[in-house]
């Protein structure tokens, strides 16, 4: 089973004003994911990657009568590095981590049944639940997705 793969972006993503992204990453993620307030099923998450630019995370449903926002995350480049190390510390020690990230709150915290990743103030705020199967499987992405940001230093 693949945990997750790597699209090169070549055709232009149809949404006016939004170049397309360099490279993708899709993470599949269990029956345990859900995100809120949508209260809804996550089946997985897309990390499009601008290189040098911006990584943005969206999340896919596996329904979406409502049409609830697919965006869940968009960070710089140069956050990318310490996001992806705080969530890892976080997981491999089972704590948390709280960060401000061009003013926007970012925590994840641990728990007995998987992880919890908010994001945004109080009146804005998302709730990604992941299951334990996952968590290893988007830290990996994300950690993925900070090599291909990296702009390619000169020799």
């Not at 480049?77 to 020690?93: G, I, L, N, S, W």
Request: charged content about 20%; proline content about 5%.
């Amino acid at each position: 089973m693949t945990s997750h793969s790597v699209v090169i972006a070549t055709e232009a993503s149809g949404l006016p004003g939004l170049r397309p992204p360099e490279a993708q990453i899709r993470v599949d993620l269990d029956d345990r994911c859900f995100l809120f307030p949508a209260a809804k099923n996550v089946s997985h998450m897309q990390l499009l990657i601008y290189r040098g630019k911006k990584l943005r995370l969206e999340v896919a449903f596996p329904y979406n009568a409502s049409q609830s926002a697919s965006e869940f995350l968009e960070l710089g480049a140069d956050a990318v590095p310490d996001f992806a190390r705080k969530m890892v510390e976080a997981v491999y020690r089972a704590g948390s981590f709280l960060t401000i990230v061009d003013g926007l709150n970012i925590s994840m915290c641990t728990h007995a049944n998987g992880y919890n990743l908010q994001v945004g103030d109080f009146s804005t705020q998302r709730d990604l639940f992941v299951s334990p199967a996952c968590i290893w499987r988007l830290c990996g992405a994300i950690c993925r997705a900070g090599d291909f940001l990296a702009v390619k230093e000169a020799h």
